[in-house]
């Protein structure tokens, strides 16, 4: 039996582990008044970047594990594929903030916010229309003013005027968000909605939101505009060459004329209110070039 | 069973509470009592569901050791997790098709444990040559399915909104779910249960069976049963770890091999003590993970014990093939 001298010590700390837990607190806690200063706990890197454009970074109190742009002090909480609940609870939350999207709530997650009275807010951002829904349950979930949310609306607004003669000077523009292989962004996401939205006219006509080509393929397309969503690149002349990567080689139309505009905005991909100033930037690059000169017409080539 | 084994089945099992003990006090970044009950709960709903998956994966490898006559064989290693997370993105895509919505963090039970069985009768029938099971096709077909497995979770993943980035890379790499209901741990951990005791009731014809087709069938054992018993049930046990956790490598590679050091080649014994040695690695992985918080969060345990067992791996095939010391000559 001495053997054995190990086992009653080992029952008592599995019974000390499970008695040593305060089971009162598997009660809920009382309901959180209304003056309860906003605690948003945001699993979206893009809705963390649309609430820091409305001045509301400071009432975030965790935050999506992938999201480099908000605090690293700020503690990381898992993403919709696999939420740190541990962590979740610890940063005591009045607000968890999710990206809308096809998926559901987890069981789990609908089950603690009844217990510990969060409030669950989905948010669409798959389009610009969404991302500017999207502003205003996100300021009343931050508590902002009114002017801010307004300020913040006005600018996205702004950004998508349309421009008169930019699909001129345009023509037909292709946005890749990778070059090897290309990846288009295609009808859908809002990379190309942002080109439309411009008043320029953007390719492909079908597809998917993201789409994988080859060189050949985007040869084929010959568009007259390419822009390169590459967030972190070089701007300059020559780090553009480098950008293109295989696109440089096959003598593009677009490439050979110097119709390249390359969006380094680090938050480029994001379906946030920052893409405000990506539009602006988008919008000045294209309007500084030329006019595309139009093939003459049969009656123009004749005379 | 011997003393010997009988002590280091004690000690293994000591081993695997110390490791469900310490699971339950670890948070990020270091040891905390649970401060209230839903802590406590978060923390051991993990602790169940390692210890599960861990003991299941390695029993499954046992299983697969015994039956292939193979040192090697491994749920990993044959295409069995890959198949079974095919399973998985098969069903959520046919689901969402069907309702437009993903609802990936329980998937049907059905679907893992086919695209698993899928998996094994697949790797059994093309690593045959002249009717007998050969290690080095068996391995090397093993590797083949689970890349075309993968390859058609990619595709599968493609077709998906947001090219499913979200809500696949779970089933990528594994990582214990705090999202499936406590019911569906229970279950999976009786059935764990289930497939440990049967292996150890069944270890003692396994045990005759790895002297050799002809000696195992003139002892008058079936071993057209025997496989099938150990298939089905390789194939559940792998199929509920990913449900649980999506594909955990090299455990059910590892374990068996630790425990056969340490208690020897009989199936009995080995069966409990890889399961108990597997409970017991998975927690201390997680625990591991838990520990260490990266500034994008915690890494997937599958990536921990895929960095240690991938080496252990490579070991293990050296000294199979004979190209390192303490191996077959």
């Known amino acids: 039996m001495h053997r054995h001298r190990w086992m009653p010590v080992a029952l008592t700390l599995a019974l000390a582990a499970m008695c040593g837990c305060d089971q009162s607190n598997a009660t809920p806690p009382a309901a959180q008044t209304p003056t309860t200063a906003p605690r948003l706990a945001v699993l979206s890197p893009a809705l963390a970047q649309t609430l820091r454009d409305l001045g509301a970074e400071g009432t975030i109190v965790a935050r999506h594990g992938w999201d480099s742009f908000t605090s690293p002090g700020i503690p990381p909480v898992g993403n919709e594929g696999g939420i740190d609940y541990e962590a979740l609870l610890k940063s005591k939350p009045t607000h968890i903030i999710l990206q809308s999207g096809a998926k559901e709530n987890p069981a789990r997650l609908e089950a603690l916010a009844a217990q510990n009275h969060w409030h669950i807010l989905r948010v669409p951002a798959l389009t610009l229309d969404d991302i500017s829904a999207g502003i205003a349950p996100l300021a009343q979930a931050a508590g902002v003013t009114d002017q801010a949310r307004e300020a913040a609306a006005g600018v996205f607004r702004d950004a998508f005027e349309l421009v008169g003669g930019l699909k001129a000077r345009a023509g037909r523009v292709l946005v890749l968000a990778g070059v090897d292989p290309p990846t288009v962004m295609g009808p859908g996401s809002f990379h190309y909605e942002m080109v439309e939205r411009l008043g320029a006219d953007a390719v492909p006509n079908d597809g998917a939101a993201f789409i994988q080509w080859s060189v050949e393929d985007v040869i084929r397309c010959d568009p007259d505009t390419l822009v390169l969503m590459l967030p972190g690149a070089d701007g300059t002349v020559q780090a553009v060459a480098a950008a293109l990567g295989p696109l440089a080689r096959p003598g593009l139309r677009c490439v050979t004329s110097g119709r390249v505009v390359v969006i380094s905005d680090p938050k480029c991909h994001l379906p946030a209110t920052s893409l405000a100033r990506v539009a602006e930037r988008l919008r000045e690059s294209l309007a500084a070039f030329e006019p595309i000169p139009t093939a003459p017409t049969l009656d123009e080539a004749a005379r | ?329």
């Open chain 2, 1 to 329: 069973m011997s003393a010997k084994a009988a002590r280091v089945l004690m000690a293994l099992g000591f081993v695997a509470f110390a490791a469900l003990a310490l699971r339950l006090i670890v948070t990020s970044g270091g040891l905390e009592w649970p401060p209230d009950w839903t802590i406590f709960d978060l923390r051991a709903h993990r602790a169940v569901s390692a210890a599960a998956v861990g003991a299941a994966l390695a029993v499954s490898g046992v299983l697969l050791q015994a039956m292939l006559r193979n040192p090697l064989a491994s749920e990993y290693i044959l295409g069995l997790s890959a198949g079974a997370g095919l399973g998985v993105v098969v069903a959520t895509f046919v689901a969402y098709r069907v309702s437009g919505a993903i609802v990936s963090d329980n998937p049907p039970v059905y679907a893992p444990v086919l695209g698993a069985a899928g998996a094994l009768a697949l790797v059994y029938i093309l690593g045959r040559r002249a009717g007998l099971i050969d290690p080095t096709t068996l391995i090397l077909v093993g590797v083949v399915v689970g890349i075309v497995c993968s390859a058609l979770t990619t595709l599968v993943q493609h077709l998906l909104p947001d090219q499913g980035l979200a809500v696949y890379t779970r089933w990528l790499m594994g990582s214990i779910s705090s999202d499936t209901p406590w019911s569906r741990v229970w279950s999976i951990a009786a059935v764990t249960l289930a497939g440990m005791l049967t292996a150890a009731w069944i270890g003692p014809s396994f045990d005759a069976a790895s002297l050799g087709d002809d000696e195992a069938t003139s002892v008058g054992l079936n071993l057209g049963r025997l496989r099938f018993i150990a298939f089905v049930l390789a194939s559940v046990l792998t199929g509920s770890t990913i449900l649980l956790a999506g594909p955990i490598g090299f455990l059910g590679l590892v374990c068996p091999h630790l425990v056969r050091r340490l208690i020897g080649a009989r199936h009995r014994p080995l069966a409990v003590g890889s399961a108990l040695c597997g409970a017991a690695v998975l927690l201390l992985a997680d625990s591991g993970v838990t520990l260490l918080t990266l500034p994008t969060g915690h890494m997937p345990v599958g990536v921990l014990t895929a960095l240690i067992g991938g080496p252990v791996f490579v070991v293990l095939l050296l000294r199979h093939t004979g190209l390192i010391e303490g191996g077959r000559r």
